[in-house]
Structure formats: C-alpha cells, structure tokens
C-alpha cells in the first residue's frame, strides 16, 4: 500500500512569507504528527492530529500551525518566516494515537527560507 | 516528560563485525520505544519496537534492541555489519499513557553508523 506522502518534497522561500505544507496518511491512518529535523536541534515534536483534533503540541511559536481534514490528510503552515525555519519537515502516520503499531514517516519537505 | 540520550554521535565499526548502539531513556510513565534509521536526504524507517511483551524485539535488516527497564535502555545490535548499514540512527520514546495525551515522539540526538571496509 502507498506509504506517507508529503508534498513538496522541496521548498524556497523569502525571509516573511509564509507556507503550506501537505502531508497525506497511510489508507486507514487517523493519526498524523509532524517534526521538524535541523542539524543544530536534532528532531523536535510540532503536533499531532487524530480525527481532525489536534492533541498535543510541541514547544514552537503559534507561527506553526497545522490541521487535519477530514479524509485524515494534514497540512502544517508557517507564517511569516524566519532564516531558522529552515529544515527538514517530517509528516508521520499512525492507525492510533498511542502509537503502538510505530508511526511511518514521509520522505519530508526540506524548507529553505532565504 | 521523556527524554534519551544516545550515547556516541559516531560509531565506526568493521564490515562483518558487531554492531552496538546504546539508547537510554527516561519516562514517568512505561514507555514504548522506537529505533529508526535515517538514509541521506530520506525520512525515517521504522526499524522496530517495544510496546509490551517480550523484551527482546526483532526488526529489518538483522537488527534487534532489548527492553531492560532495571538499566532504562533500550541498545541495539546486529551481529554483522553491512555496507548498506552506514545510515543515522535514531532512538524515540513516547509516553502513551502520560494522561494528557501523547507528546508525539522525543528522539535522541542520532548516531552516524559508519562501516568499514
């Protein structure tokens, strides 16, 4: 079956704009989290959604925000942003929110903000 | 609040030789464990995971980790390295029954696994 699918798979954008990110579960999957990967902080929570609520969300300013609709698909948004939000932004699936099946990754959207 | 820490940000080992990566982790609450391995410019594949049961889990590629909940680590091995091994690997921890909900993933730093030949 096709695996997490995260849309774009690159991104530039300028210092101040802002951007969407997509991110399609596995068929099935109600639980979709996202993390931010830099070399500098390693892999940080930004939230997880299941059945279109967000449950829980990580220490990052409320220019990250996110939502999932109701065919489990999710898109994260940045806004107005900032050289550091420069990263590899991680979509993962899961059929439940504890995540005892493990949570499948996307292959990520690399953001570079100049 | 969860935390791990993986000790060794390299580790070098021999084509063919013992593969040991260490993983230790706090949790106030039982907590279930994930190593993933990380391929350049790719996300992140789930090698394998504690959830319950037996302590000793088995995942892709050879690799297996133990749940020693006395020692609060969680290493992983394989018996014999490959080429193909030399990747990042991450240790995770959740804590999916820390009442509020749970707080996604916390990772550890990673260990770049380098093989030679």
């Known amino acids: 079956k096709a695996g997490v699918t995260q849309t774009p798979r690159y991104l530039i954008k300028t210092r101040g704009q802002q951007v969407t990110l997509s991110c399609s579960p596995i068929?099935?999957?109600?639980?979709v989290s996202w993390y931010q990967q830099t070399p500098g902080q390693g892999l940080q929570f930004l939230f997880e959604?299941?059945?279109?609520?967000?449950?829980n969300k990580g220490n990052f300013p409320g220019r990250f925000s996110g939502r999932q609709f109701s065919n489990s698909r999710s898109e994260m948004n940045v806004s107005t942003l900032e050289l550091g939000d420069s990263a590899l932004y991680l979509c993962a699936s899961s059929p439940d929110p504890q995540g005892a099946h493990g949570y499948t990754f996307g292959s990520g959207t690399r953001l570079t903000v100049v | 609040a969860q935390s791990v820490t993986q000790l060794g940000s390299h580790v070098s080992v021999s084509e063919g030789a013992l593969v040991l990566l260490r993983c230790n982790y706090s949790s106030s609450v039982p907590p279930y464990l994930f190593w993933y391995v990380q391929y350049p410019n790719q996300g992140l594949q789930l090698l394998l995971k504690?959830?319950?049961?037996?302590?000793l889990v088995k995942g892709i590629n050879g690799f297996e980790a133990e749940f020693k909940k006395s020692e609060t680590s969680f290493h992983l091995t394989k018996p014999s390295a490959h080429m193909s091994d030399a990747a990042e690997y991450f240790c995770?921890?959740?804590?999916?029954?820390?009442?509020?909900?749970?707080?996604?993933?916390?990772f550890g730093k990673g260990t770049h696994l380098i093989i030679q030949p």
């Open positions: 504690y959830t319950t049961g037996a302590t």
């Open positions: 995770a921890v959740s804590a999916p029954y820390s009442g509020g909900g749970a707080d996604g993933l916390t």
């Open positions: 959604y299941f059945s279109e609520t967000q449950r």
């Open positions: 068929s099935g999957h109600r639980s």
